[in-house]
């Protein structure tokens, strides 16, 4: 006889619960979060400081973020909600750059599983890639031989990073490799962690055809980090309601292409 499924502590549950909140309205107080859980202050500011530990949910003075700051990029479980109409066009228009046979990287970005997610209809292909969710969404796809790239696992990227990826990325030769990153202004592209840059680095060094895929939230921004200049894309892909001019000036530098959002 089977046994029953284990249920989840209440304290689970309640940190799940402030973990929606959060990435559903972007910010919440920490009074705000002991209203919704019915639990004290105390108990809501352990669980928050456990939440930020895992790297979930930024704590600050009073409350917790789940927005992304020129010093940190949100979570993925926060990203695979935001701009997905977006994301999805992007991946609509990236996807005509892949024919069968070839083979693909793909980097930890949720724009990167929205393109991920239409490549079952484009095999064979083989798929290399550092994000859980990506191989989660081809693991049983018949056509695509996946690779999955290790290191030390983010929770907050939900994605392998660290040296050891590093040096796995730049053992391959890849034809294709589609990037993201968190910030871009006509000639630079940023990023807040060091260690996501660097693997993000190592993917086009790999890549004979690079490119970039940014919705308008990223656009005209920048972060901590230096990631690449716009004229190391072989191709920008863009969504979203852009500043007519900064489009103009990144088309001096690379080939830029407007992404029709449904």
Do not use: W
Not at 93 to 115: E, K, N, Q
Not at 236 to 253: Q, S, Y
């Amino acid at each position: 006889m089977a046994s029953a499924p284990k249920k989840q502590s209440p304290r689970l549950l309640r940190q799940q619960k402030i973990i929606d909140h959060v990435v559903a309205q972007g910010f919440a107080s920490a009074a705000e979060l002991s209203a919704l859980t019915g639990v004290s202050l105390m108990t809501v500011h352990r669980d928050l400081d456990d939440l930020a530990t895992r790297g979930l949910l930024r704590k600050y003075h009073g409350g917790v973020s789940a927005q992304p700051s020129t010093v940190f990029e949100s979570s993925s479980d926060f990203r695979l909600h935001t701009h997905t109409a977006e994301k999805d066009a992007l991946a609509r228009d990236a996807v005509r750059f892949i024919h069968p046979g070839m083979s693909v990287m793909l980097d930890d970005s949720t724009t990167a599983l929205a393109l991920a997610r239409l490549l079952p209809d484009v095999g064979p292909l083989t798929v290399v890639t550092n994000y859980r969710q990506v191989v989660d969404a081809l693991r049983e796809v018949p056509d695509i031989r996946l690779i999955g790239l290790g290191g030390e696992y983010s929770r907050t990227h939900d994605s392998y990073l660290g040296l050891p990826c590093q040096e796995m990325v730049r053992s391959f030769s890849v034809d294709i490799a589609f990037l993201s990153t968190s910030a871009m202004n006509a000639r630079l592209t940023f990023h807040q962690e060091q260690e996501i840059v660097l693997v993000k680095r190592a993917m086009m060094d790999t890549a004979a055809t690079r490119v970039l895929m940014m919705d308008a939230s990223k656009v005209g921004r920048a972060a901590l980090h230096q990631f690449a200049p716009v004229d190391s894309f072989h191709h920008v892909l863009l969504a979203g309601e852009l500043d007519a001019e900064l489009v103009e000036a990144m088309r001096e530098h690379t080939d830029v292409r407007l992404a029709a959002v449904e």
